[in-house]
């Protein structure tokens, strides 16, 4: 398929900033004492910081208020923010397409912080839009994020390729019917 228009996920896919939020959650995790596995946060990929607190307080018979643990694990990550280096072979991959066909950005993160990396990597301009945590109901595995980014940049879900980094996004994608591209092997040819 010639895609009509792209879709990238943010975190682990445009910019490399996974060990970043690692780091941010094992001092918020700290804090509230909170179980949170390393593979764990992996695998979460893609779910809102919010959203993980719920699942970890679910389980772990905790009651905690999620939002504003979710807003303290952001401001754990603003400083680090500064560290974050884009993924050379899918920005490459941006900037190729740019100017030909639209562009959009589908992250589980919040629109504050994603617009941050994109400007701190200097390729916000690249997407038309940005869709982010807040403007969808249901966030990733469920397809509503990479939908609502078709819509805004005007191209069909069936005619535009997505880009992801974990499962999560990849059913995402699929789900959206999408054509779904795993950049994890990408990151791993380009190291």
């Given at each position: 398929?010639?895609?009509?228009?792209?879709?990238?996920?943010?975190?682990?896919?445009?910019?490399?900033t996974m060990?970043?939020?690692?780091?941010?959650?094992?001092?918020?995790?700290?804090?509230?004492?909170?179980?949170?596995?390393?593979?764990?946060?992996?695998?979460?990929?893609?779910?809102?910081?919010?959203?993980?607190?719920?699942?970890?307080?679910?389980?772990?018979?905790?009651?905690?208020?999620?939002?504003?643990?979710?807003?303290?694990?952001?401001?754990?990550?603003?400083?680090?923010?500064?560290?974050?280096?884009?993924?050379?072979?899918?920005?490459?991959?941006?900037?190729?397409?740019?100017?030909?066909?639209?562009?959009?950005?589908?992250?589980?993160?919040?629109?504050?912080?994603?617009?941050?990396?994109?400007?701190?990597?200097?390729?916000?301009?690249?997407?038309?839009?940005?869709?982010?945590?807040?403007?969808?109901?249901?966030?990733?595995?469920a397809p509503?994020?990479?939908?609502?980014?078709?819509?805004?940049?005007?191209?069909?879900?069936?005619?535009?390729?997505?880009?992801?980094?974990t499962d999560?996004?990849?059913?995402?994608?699929?789900?959206?019917?999408?054509?779904?591209?795993?950049?994890?092997?990408?990151?791993?040819?380009?190291?």
């Amino acid at each position: 398929m010639t895609p009509q228009g792209l879709v990238f996920d943010c975190d682990g896919t445009l910019a490399d900033t996974m060990p970043l939020h690692w780091r941010a959650w094992q001092i918020i995790t700290e804090r509230h004492r909170l179980h949170f596995p390393e593979e764990r946060f992996y695998a979460l990929g893609g779910v809102p910081s919010r959203d993980i607190l719920k699942i970890l307080a679910a389980e772990q018979g905790r009651s905690l208020d999620h939002l504003a643990i979710a807003h303290e694990k952001e401001e754990a990550y603003l400083p680090l923010m500064i560290n974050v280096e884009p993924i050379h072979a899918v920005v490459e991959i941006a900037k190729a397409h740019h100017g030909k066909i639209p562009m959009a950005v589908a992250s589980g993160g919040t629109q504050a912080i994603i617009c941050q990396v994109l400007e701190q990597l200097q390729i916000r301009h690249l997407f038309a839009a940005v869709v982010t945590s807040e403007m969808v109901t249901n966030q990733k595995p469920a397809p509503d994020i990479f939908l609502e980014a078709a819509r805004r940049i005007g191209v069909e879900p069936k005619h535009c390729r997505a880009y992801e980094d974990t499962d999560l996004g990849m059913t995402a994608i699929r789900a959206a019917g999408m054509e779904a591209v795993d950049v994890r092997p990408l990151r791993i040819a380009t190291k």
